[in-house]
Nanobody, 120 residues
Framework: QVQLVESGGGSVQAGGSLRLSCAVSGSRRLCMAWFRQAPGKEREGVASLDTYGRTMYADSLKGRFTISNAENRLYLQMNSLKPEDTATYYC??????????????????WGQGTQVTVSS
């Protein structure tokens, strides 16, 4: 069973940076992704990373967010944060070798989420 545990959320002022981390266990053959959900909004795909190292980003976030992995952790580096980036961020995974999309329904395993709050 794949288990995902996020950490690294917190409060930051606009323009600041945060790095989220997701501890991964249970499988090495995963398409992995970060999603976020703000109050009253649908869950939104942020970025994905597959077993071949290929990445996919939401168009609106390219250049500010970077997804990466090392050993058994998935990371999301977030720079130049804006108040509209405030949301609960989730780590997600599905047991396939490559990522096809950033749709939440395509992912099977989810972490509990970590809150990111950006103040102006």
């Amino acid at each position: 069973q794949v288990q995902l545990v996020e950490s690294g959320g917190g409060s930051v002022q606009a323009g600041g940076s945060l790095r989220l981390s997701c501890a991964v266990s249970g499988s090495r053959r995963l398409c992995m992704a970060w999603f976020r959900q703000a109050p009253g909004k649908e869950r939104e795909g942020v970025a994905s990373l597959d077993t071949y190292g290929r990445t996919m980003y939401a168009d609106s976030l390219k250049g500010r967010f970077t997804i990466s992995n090392a050993e058994n952790r998935l990371y999301l580096q977030m720079n130049s944060l804006k108040p509209e980036d405030t949301a609960t961020y989730y780590c997600a995974a599905v047991e396939i070798l490559w990522c096809n999309n950033l749709r939440a329904l395509s992912y099977v395993f989810w972490g509990q989420g970590t809150q990111v709050t950006v103040s102006s």
